[in-house]
């Protein structure tokens, strides 16, 4: 019995080889021999201004992967770009460094819009900038198309200029269902305009399908490009157990409904601007976040709910309503809880069907509520809150005392990013 159970594994290991490529003209020939289970090699060194194109097809069991002979060592740079496309493909240990700010999507999950990717991965690499942005340029750096991808243990540091970083493309064969987790998103500058958001996930156009992604256990540190760090722009994706340092912007759930922002954290440390959660749309749940030492106002507060337009359009702003805000801590924000914010005269609708319970907030010198419309469609249940001022009437359902804070543990560096 012991010799038929080795049988597939020394099949697997028989037939499975490394294809080392020395440069850009050796990649499509080795591409042509791989089959399920072999690795093609790059050549440590520059490739400079590389344009890859890694399409074909492994198994759940055999996947064919593209890898650097020494990991952080195959360097693309300049105008490199990568397109992924077919099934079960892995990417492992490549360095992107300095790519051209004029390039955009510099690897992207498709090679044509109907030649997508499913079931492959991205993992330990980087792409990492020193290089100022071009005026009047737009650059995405990594874009998401096809069925449950997943890009774990990546760092992506150091973007300038417009575009966001990371998007995840939904509609016309990509359905989502994308597992991002355990990457480090480092420093971006401030952009001054909309389109400097690190992640996005799905657009105004398809704000309503489901995007079903996961997207966990990663560190955001001074993304910093715009109001909103990550725009939610689908339906039932999942934002889990993930730190934001000093980060001058916001979880934004800017469209799509039934979304769940859980177990997060949030530290300031006095940083300028640096935000919460922001609620727009329906169904949404947030629950069990720490939030601590943040100073944004408005749309940046700790947690903010923004106002409503009647018979909105598709890229402006949906009433809030049926949203569940359990068991949260704020401790020490400037602007802790802001309801019926509006940027737009049109914005008439406050939130409704929101039940506000067992949240705990601690701010001595600051106010608590700081309510923009009427509250009449928010229940209060179990909520312990302690400030300068509560910031509106005594309301049952808030206990103005101590509150039980549970402090949760941030991510650290080591346990993020690349292994090199």
């Known amino acids: 019995m012991r010799i038929f159970l080795l049988i597939p594994f020394l099949g697997l290991s028989a037939f499975s080889k490394d294809l080392p490529v020395a440069d850009v003209g050796s990649f499509a020939p080795a591409l042509k021999q791989a089959k399920p289970g072999d ?67 510099i690897i992207s999950f498709r090679e044509e819009s109907d030649s997508l990717a499913s079931h492959c991965r991205i993992t330990d690499c980087a792409m990492i900038s020193s290089l100022p942005a071009v005026a009047g340029k737009e650059s995405r750096w990594l874009g998401l198309y096809g069925t449950e991808n997943r890009v774990d243990h990546c760092v992506f540091q150091g973007k300038s200029g417009k575009g966001t970083t990371f998007v995840i493309w939904l509609g016309s064969g990509s359905e989502g269902k994308h597992q ?16 400097g958001e690190t992640i996005r996930i799905g657009d105004s156009k398809s704000s309503m399908l489901q995007g079903g992604c996961i997207v966990e256990h990663n560190l955001f540190e001074k993304c910093n490009g715009e109001a909103e760090c990550i725009s939610n722009k689908s339906c039932g994706n999942l934002y889990r157990e993930n730190t ?43 629950r069990d976040n720490y939030l601590e030492n943040l100073t944004g106002d408005t749309m940046r507060s700790a947690i903010c709910f923004m106002m409503g337009i009647p018979n909105s359009p598709a890229n402006r702003y949906f009433q809030v309503k049926n949203a569940r805000v359990e068991n949260n801590c704020i401790v020490g924000c400037e602007h802790s809880l802001l309801i019926g914010l509006s940027e737009d005269k049109l ?72 292994s090199w």
């Open 347 to 418: 914005a008439s609708l406050a939130p409704v069907g929101i039940l506000m319970s067992g949240n705990q907030i601690l701010s001595p010198k600051h106010p608590i509520v700081e309510a923009r419309c009427a509250l009449d469609g928010i229940s209060w249940k179990g909520n312990r809150f302690s400030g300068k001022s509560l910031g509106i009437p005594p309301t049952a359902g808030i206990e103005v005392a101590e509150p039980k804070i549970t402090v949760l543990k941030p991510i650290s560096r080591s346990e993020v990013g690349t």
């Open 244 to 286: 934001f340092l000093e980060v001058a912007g916001t979880l934004t759930l800017r469209h799509g409904n039934g979304c769940t922002v859980e177990r997060n954290v949030f530290i300031g440390k006095g940083a300028n601007g640096t935000g919460g959660i922001r609620l727009i749309g329906e169904d949404h749940t947030v």
């Open 39 to 105: 690795c093609l090699v790059l050549a440590a060194g520059e490739w400079k201004d590389a344009p890859l194109v890694f399409t074909s097809r492994g198994t759940a069991s055999a996947p064919i992967t593209l890898k650097a002979a020494v990991p952080g060592k195959t360097v693309f740079t300049g105008k490199s770009t990568l397109k992924v496309a077919g099934e079960y493909l892995v990417i492992e240990g490549l360095l992107f460094k300095d790519p051209d700010p004029t390039v955009s999507d």
């Open 180 to 195: 991002i987790d355990h990457n480090y998103f480092g420093s971006r500058e401030r952009l001054g305009k909309n389109g």
